[in-house]
T-cell receptor, first 115, second 114 residues
Framework: KAGVTQTPRYLIKTRGQQVTLSCSPI?????VSWYQQTPGQGLQFLFE???????NKGNFPGRFSGRQFSNSRSEMNVSTLELGDSALYLC??????????????FGNGTRLTVT | AQTVTQSQPEMSVQEAETVTLSCTYD???????LFWYKQPPSRQMILVIR??????QNATENRFSVNFQKAAKSFSLKISDSQLGDAAMYFC???????????FGQGTRLTINP
């Protein structure tokens, strides 16, 4: 079974631009979460989606948004990029939203560099 | 708000030896989950072990075991017979029961010396 697939693997953008990252969950998984990983702040929760609905959102500005499609694939968008948005963005999927018996399976991440 | 603290930024151990990574957390919830994740240079976070707070028995997965002290809010990971492939960043994480959101610690970089 294929794992969580994130594309692209690497991205370089300029301040002020916008970017879209993609995540394809494991087949059959309906829940997708996104995390930002930086050396200074560590791993921080961005959003969680289940059945195309955002179930939970972290403490990030409105420039960060996401969505989930009917096939459970998810995208996250960052508008008006800032230097501080440079990070590894990790996507994780699981079978269910409750999480009680469904551990998160992570992708390899997208490394975003903002110059 | 829940917090997770890993006080050891770096640890090293000789191959085949045992090492223990520390983690403490803070929560007002009574039912929750605790996890240890491993992140090798490939960047993919891999679940090592999971503990349900209402279960008294410490979780074990082959060479990996935890020491869960609920009253002390402590959750340490013991790696026995360390192997070169165990070298990675290790993250302790917390989630409330019924929620997918993970709260991570800052991580411990584990080096295995041959």
């Amino acid at each position: 079974k294929a794992g969580v697939t994130q594309t692209p693997r690497y991205l370089i953008k300029t301040r002020g631009q916008q970017v879209t990252l993609s995540c394809s969950p494991i087949s059959g998984h309906r829940s997708v979460s996104w995390y930002q990983q930086t050396p200074g702040q560590g791993l921080q929760f961005l959003f969680e989606y289940f059945s195309e609905t955002q179930r939970n959102k972290g403490n990030f500005p409105g420039r960060f948004s996401g969505r989930q499609f009917s096939n459970s694939r998810s995208e996250m968008n960052v508008s008006t990029l800032e230097l501080g948005d440079s990070a590894l963005y990790l996507c994780a999927s699981s079978l269910s939203w409750t999480g009680t018996n469904s551990p998160l399976h992570f992708g390899n991440g997208t490394r975003l560099t903002v110059t | 708000a829940q917090t997770v603290t890993q006080s050891q930024p770096e640890m090293s151990v000789q191959e085949a030896e045992t090492v223990t990574l520390s983690c403490t957390y803070d929560t007002s919830e009574s039912d929750y989950y605790l996890f240890w994740y491993k992140q090798p240079p490939s960047r993919q976070m891999i679940l090592v072990i999971r503990q349900e707070a209402y279960k008294q028995q410490n979780a074990t997965e082959n060479r990996f075991s935890v020491n869960f002290q609920k009253a002390a809010k402590s959750f340490s990971l013991k790696i026995s017979d360390s192997q070169l492939g165990d070298a990675a960043m290790y993250f302790c994480a917390y989630s409330k029961k019924g929620a997918q959101k993970l709260v991570f610690g800052q991580g411990t970089r584990l080096t295995i010396n041959p």
